[in-house]
């Protein structure tokens, strides 16, 4: 563990602070033109979670303190998570607890804590939420943790930083299985980040909402926190996605150069990637919620497909 | 004449140009119940149904019912004595009655022989056994406010449980509460409670002259504003014996297909978006911005508020508007064609739409249904076209109004019917501008003391009727005006029962209706 590792590190995590707001405003803005409106400006999620933060929390009366604890602790997944994902170097002191898995892990601590919160108050949306979110989360884990091992087994190891090390830090190779575990990938995050086609982050339909059916009660800080953290969630999965399906450009040990080169590429792929997910958001319509588990199937049985694909055509005997 | 052989009941046709209207007045209950019966077995429909206070003139009380029959509209009068008002319960024969009897109780306090005497109107806003339309209710007694219990029928058995919605939603939409009764996202159950809005309407139109009815009439729902202000229209000069000239008939009918498409470009989008396919909304939104701009320019005001009046209209667009207006029906006609083939080619979309909220002609006929909602289960029904029997009022005899209909009865088939009459109201729109009749443009319409009328007008949702009745000296003694909404709100209840929860707001706005317009 160098210094320059810790701080390499730490320049990743505020980094992670500082964009994901700015990616949701990105994908925002993308969503605006695509639809023909005038969007609103790239910095709106910074004013929002400012002015949250300025406003005073109302509880309901019936909230306990699981309630209080749950956005700190989502916060704290979704950072620790952005923290995990090497976004732009492999040399991170975090890099051997860097599993995939306990990063699926992490995902699911947020979401089981996000769910229990919005059942604690009572209120009939927020049970409501959390049981569609329990859905959506229970087809997206399994078919997640498949794209993983996909990946995987091409490194030969479940740390992500190791999978990008394999994947951009040598030869080049094509691999067929990543075609089918990106694809599934892609509609994993989609259900992971509450986007169109099964979530509708702009609704004011409350009987249609997943995520914010869950926090309909949640004003101030809270909700701020809880907002913070959706972003870091979108960011955590890009960078996921980009480190999995498009890692050149992340910086190897010990080179600093590469380092700050590393930084205006990752704003590049995450821009393209914003605007890719802004498209696929305006040409889809939402789905009617027992079709997600439909899609997350097909996207479950995508990735099995990849990890076959690796098993039986990439694997020499 | 007899409208129905078996019922001795005497109608006579009510004078003038409106839509074809016979009044009559039932002997006792059972008449009115045998009428109730004789109409539902020929298919009719209930239209409107309201109560009114005649103990100052020396009568009783008074119930006035609307049937809807094939050939036109039967008002039937019933007098009850000051003592002992009550009347049969109509709601065995027409579902659609039961609100309208309890709004009756609520605000006149004449009740009905029904088991179902929960309060509708009055949500704890004044006291039971005040009566605000009596004459002798005086100012509302000193009461306090206090959120009132209602009795929600109650879905037992294993995983049945209730979700609360409203009457504030998230978003910024007009008050009203449902309460649903599900088993995990399937409801088995939904039941309205509608009232939040009432604003007394009624009740401020007593006393009041012809002009001051017909801008507060107009103002019961502002979607429907054209509707109920041409349906006052033609109350008012039934009433008192006017008829306006063609010239206004004509700019009528223009005003009124204005609004229609108003309405359809905006629910076309809205249902896009409920749907979370936002382009659908920002693009049937600046259609429907570009729409309203135009009707300003030519009448005044983007909803063309008070622009039909007693006698007549009260703007006339200049020729330079007239023909930019048919230039923006044939830009706007191309678009709205456009965007149909997006539509329907959107497969996401159309798995949204289709099979969703599906009610058939015979629940149609159930519930008295009329307008978009009736058309869309393949019920012909519009008082614009012709039909068996019926001949539409003036301009629209001449015009030749297609109806437009669609069998499947869900939500595609109300998206589809809509684009059917953006269609046809632009051909209409076209036609009226180009042939406007001459004549004046608005008539004198003189009071006559103790007059009565009824107006029925095929507004965008369905069908608008407004009855009026003045008193000694010309002014409004009793004004009722009747949404559309009354009958379609509990079809809603059904519509949603073969769903699941995360469908109802499609469903609901698929049927669009109006929380002020049945709230009065």
Known sequence: MSVAGILGQLFALVLALLLAPLLTGWVNQCRAWLQNRSAPPLWQPYYTLHKLFNKDVVLADGASSLFRVAPFVVFGAMALACAIVPSLSTDLPFAPAADALALVGVFGLARLFISLAAMDVGTAFGSLGGRREMLVGFLAEPALLMVIFTVAMIANSTSVAAIVATLAHRDFVIYPSLAFAGVAFTMVSLAENARVPVDNPATHLELTMIHEAMILEYSGRHLALIEWAASLKLYAYSCLGLAFFFPWGIAERDNLLALAAAVPLLILKLAIGGFLLALIETVNAKMRIFRAPEFLGTAFMLAVLGLLVRLLLETRV | ?520
């Open chain 2, 1 to 520: 004449m007899f409208l129905f052989d078996d019922v001795p009941i005497d109608f006579s046709p009510q004078p003038g140009l409106g839509a074809p209207v016979w009044r009559g007045r039932a002997a006792d209950g059972d008449e009115l119940k045998d009428f109730a019966a004789a109409v539902q077995q020929s298919g009719g429909r209930l239209a409107a149904l309201w109560g009114s206070d005649r103990r100052q003139e020396g009568q009783g009380f008074q119930l006035d019912c609307v049937f809807g029959l094939d050939r036109g509209h039967a008002w039937l009068r019933l007098e009850l004595p000051a003592d002992d008002a009550v009347y049969p319960d109509l709601s065995a024969k027409f579902p659609a009655a039961n609100r309208m009897q309890r709004a009756v109780y609520d605000l006149v306090g004449i009740r009905h022989t029904g088991s179902d005497q929960r309060p509708w109107l009055r949500h704890g806003g004044w006291p039971a056994g005040w009566f605000p339309l009596r004459h002798d209710a005086g100012a509302p007694p000193e009461h306090a406010n206090l959120p009132s219990d209602y009795d929600f029928v109650k879905v037992g058995g294993e995983g049945a449980h209730e979700i609360p919605v409203g009457p504030i939603h998230a978003g910024i939409i007009e008050p009203g509460h449902f309460r649903f009764s599900v088993v995990g996202e399937r409801v088995l159950r939904l039941e309205q409670r509608l009232g939040y809005q009432h604003k007394g309407v009624e009740q401020r139109c007593t006393g009041a002259d012809i002009a001051t009815g017909a801008k507060l009439v107009g103002r019961v729902s502002g979607d429907s504003t054209c509707a109920y202000a041409w349906a006052y229209a033609a109350a008012v000069e039934a009433a008192c014996g006017v008829e306006p000239s063609p010239r206004a008939l004509a700019l009528r009918a223009l005003i009124l297909e204005r609004e229609r498409i108003a309405n359809h470009l905006g629910d076309l989008g809205m249902l896009g978006n409920d749907a979370a396919l936002a382009f659908g909304l920002a693009q049937f939104f600046r259609l429907k911005e570009d729409w309203v701009r135009m009707s300003a320019e030519l009448f005044g005001h983007r909803f063309m508020m008070d622009s039909i009046v007693p006698g007549g209209v009260a703007h006339e667009p200049d020729a330079r508007a007239l023909a930019a207006m048919v230039e923006q029906c044939d830009a706007i006609g191309r678009e709205v064609a456009e965007l149909r083939a997006i539509y329907d080619a959107h497969a996401g979309l159309q798995d949204r739409f289709l099979t969703t909220g599906a009610i058939d002609a015979a629940l149609a006929r159930e519930f008295s249904l009329t307008g978009i909602a009736a058309r869309a289960t393949g019920v012909l029904l519009d008082g614009r076209a012709y039909r068996q029997g019926y001949t539409p009022p003036p301009p629209y005899a001449k015009l030749g109004v297609r109806p437009a209909t669609d069998e499947r009865g869900d939500v595609a088939a109300r998206v589809a019917v809509r684009f059917d009459e953006v269609f046809e109201s632009l051909r209409l729109l076209r036609e009226l501008a180009v042939g406007l009749p001459a004549g004046e443009l608005r008539r004198e319409v003189a009071p006559v003391p103790y007059a009565e009328g009824l107006g029925v007008v095929e507004g965008w949702r369905g069908e608008v009727v407004v009855g009026v009745r003045l008193d000694a000296a010309g002014r409004i003694a009793r004004l009722h005006p009747h949404d559309p909404s009354w009958q379609a709100w509990p079809a809603l209840e059904h519509a949603v029962m073969q769903d699941i929860v995360p469908d109802f707001p499609l469903i609901n706005k698929s049927f669009n209706l109006s929380y002020s317009g049945q709230d009065i």
